[in-house]
């Protein structure tokens, strides 16, 4: 199946990397998010992103202009139907994803493929709620996503083989890496990191090290580049606990039991970078530890 317009609806952090790497491989792409704000600062987002790799000679300023000339907006989610391939990038939450597929069906092509590029949610189950389960599969990219490699693609129990082989062939293309991946709670690389980042969290829960300690700790001794913690603020703590609870009642295992410090933090809305606060607060610089 050729592939030309993809359809991103969200313009987050993850919608918008994907937004970039899409049209720095020449795909058009149609960016779509509730706030103009948001889809305004998307598109900021990607020059400067843009403008770092032609100054890091990664591109020249000619793929640069192209990849912006292939990326338009709308606040319409309908507009976003007539595309080949659809990437839904939404928050974490299988309601919300539900329901944007849901609206999407009367305006969608025959042919369109629907992905979403959940981290943790049910591909087979969001696949029901659609009227073309063969044509629907997840497609996980890695934050930051311009950067990252790996995109795990999940077939749930009824994706066809041409609609796998055509998301393989847009991984592809992109130069990055596909895994394939079951579609059981969190996949591949969120069912090992995520409860990773809760032990981390339950040591400190536990007083067993500080921020700091732990950090350190993962950094010189594992040869992590960031540590549990402040990883866990880059990925926004209001996604890891989401993630821990789609493990926890999915498999039905205590040892995913999100640790109830991780759940104060988001209770409180200390998210991580994306609110200034978490395990470190983003106010001071350089950022110093809130424990």
């Known amino acids: ?64 202009d192209a990849a912006l000339a292939n990326i338009s907006t709308t606040l319409t989610l309908s507009d976003v139907g007539p595309s080949d391939l659809i990437i839904e990038a939404a928050t974490e939450r299988e309601t919300v994803k539900a329901a944007i597929f849901e609206d999407l069906l009367p305006h969608l092509l025959p042919h369109t493929i629907l992905t979403s ?83 981390a969290v339950y040591t400190l829960y536990e007083g067993v090290g500080s921020v700091k300690s732990i950090d350190e700790s993962l950094k010189l001794g594992a040869n992590h580049p960031m540590g549990p913690l402040e990883l866990a603020d880059f990925i926004g703590l209001d996604t890891c606990l989401a993630i821990m609870n789609v493990l926890h009642e999915g498999l039905a295992d205590t040892k995913y039991r999100p640790c109830p410090l991780l759940t104060k933090y988001v209770e409180a809305g200390w998210l991580g970078r994306k609110s200034q606060r978490g395990f470190y607060d983003y106010r001071q610089d350089p950022p110093v530890p809130t424990r």
């Open 117 to 199: 590029n959940t981290s943790s949610i049910s591909i087979t189950r969001l696949a029901s709620r659609t009227d073309r389960p063969e044509k629907f599969m997840g497609f996980h990219f890695m934050n930051p996503v311009p950067i990252m490699q790996l995109v795990e693609l999940i077939r749930g129990i009824a994706t066809d083989k041409e609609t796998y082989d055509a998301c393989h062939g847009v991984v592809e293309k992109l130069g990055k890496t596909a895994a394939s991946a079951e579609d059981f709670p969190a996949f591949i690389v969120n069912r090992i990191l995520m409860p990773m980042i809760n032990e």
């Open 1 to 64: 199946m050729e592939i030309s317009k993809v359809g991103v609806i969200g313009a987050g952090q993850m919608g918008n990397g994907i937004a970039h790497v899409l049209a720095l491989a020449g795909y058009k792409v149609l960016m779509n998010d509730i706030s103009q704000d948001s889809l305004d600062k998307a598109i900021e987002i990607i020059e400067g992103n843009l403008d770092r790799q032609v100054s890091r000679e990664k591109i020249t300023q000619s793929e640069r």
